[in-house]
């Protein structure tokens, strides 16, 4: 990771377009997380892509100075990969929310998981979806009543934390918006961390979801305990699925180190005797008769 030459504040960080959330809305609290996070770890606003699908939360980029990629519906993950790909020195960070994340591109999950691709994916999850204005999304709860389902949803919710896990995923950990210095730890680490790391954070939205509000959350977060094995993938898992005694947890569930998508490509380009200062067009040119 590149840092800055000169000190930076989280304020440094800022663009010069306010936030356009709505009022309350947990994304400011993650907003401001993600820019001490920055300042922590000295983050290289050259050298930093932010990338983000569509929806409330996908509105990130605009607000901060790095470099920023604004792109399709649940498309964040494979553009952020292809980024990493292209230029594996820069930091590239994903942005997204449930419904962005885990209904239209939920696809692009695992085989970001799987192949651990060298990013770091904050998803700020509502449990609805705010942009459109109150549909349920994948991690609402069965039952919930929203704009087009007024019987409430038949369906159960994803859980983000036992998907990542599941597929692979190197780094897993949960924060909630309320609780920035908990993010910004959080971030911080995500950011360090060489391979996929997935960061779910609960942010409620207080105009459209009136089930999962800040006052039901009150009581309900708890931290990881501090004696937790984040290298136990089956401990993870009974905390992500419930079956320990936190509720809403809150920490590291889960970090190992293991080769990264671009580490393994390297390789296969050495035993190929490929190298970094190839011609492209050479290459399209030795096909051509």
Not at 101 to 129: C, E, Q, W
């Amino acid at each position: 990771m590149t840092t800055a030459t000169a000190p930076m504040k989280a304020k440094d960080y800022k663009s010069v377009i306010p936030p356009t959330w709505c009022p309350g809305c947990g994304d400011y609290g993650v907003l401001n997380s993600v820019l001490k996070a920055f300042a922590d770890l000295k983050i290289d606003i050259d050298n930093t892509v932010l990338v983000s699908g569509i929806g409330c939360s996908s509105r990130f980029p605009y607000f901060v100075k790095t470099y920023g990629m604004h792109t399709a519906h649940g498309r964040v993950l494979p553009v952020a990969a292809g980024v990493k790909l292209a230029k594996p020195e820069l930091e590239v960070i994903c942005f997204g929310g449930d419904g962005d994340g885990f209904s239209i591109g939920g696809g692009h999950v695992p085989h970001v998981a799987r192949k651990n691709t060298d990013l770091t994916y904050i998803l700020m999850d509502n449990a609805i979806y705010g942009l459109t204005k109150g549909q349920v999304s994948p991690t609402s709860d069965h039952g919930m009543v929203g704009s087009i389902t007024p019987y409430g949803t038949p369906d159960n919710p994803v859980n983000p934390l036992a998907f990542t896990l599941t597929y692979g995923a190197t780094f897993v950990a949960q924060g909630y918006s309320s609780k920035g210095k908990v993010v910004q730890e959080i971030v911080t680490k995500a950011i360090q961390h060489k391979g996929f790391s997935f960061v779910n954070i609960v942010s409620p939205c207080p105009t459209f979801n009136k089930v999962n509000t800040f006052d039901s959350y009150k009581e309900a977060i708890d931290e990881i305990p501090e004696d937790h094995d984040v290298t136990d993938l089956s401990a993870a898992l009974n905390i992500a699925l419930g079956n320990s005694k936190t509720r809403v947890p809150t920490g590291i569930l889960y970090q190992v180190e293991r080769p990264t998508l671009v580490d393994r490509l390297t390789e296969i380009n050495k035993l190929v005797g490929g190298t970094k200062d190839y011609d492209i067009n050479k290459i399209v040119d030795s096909y051509i008769p």
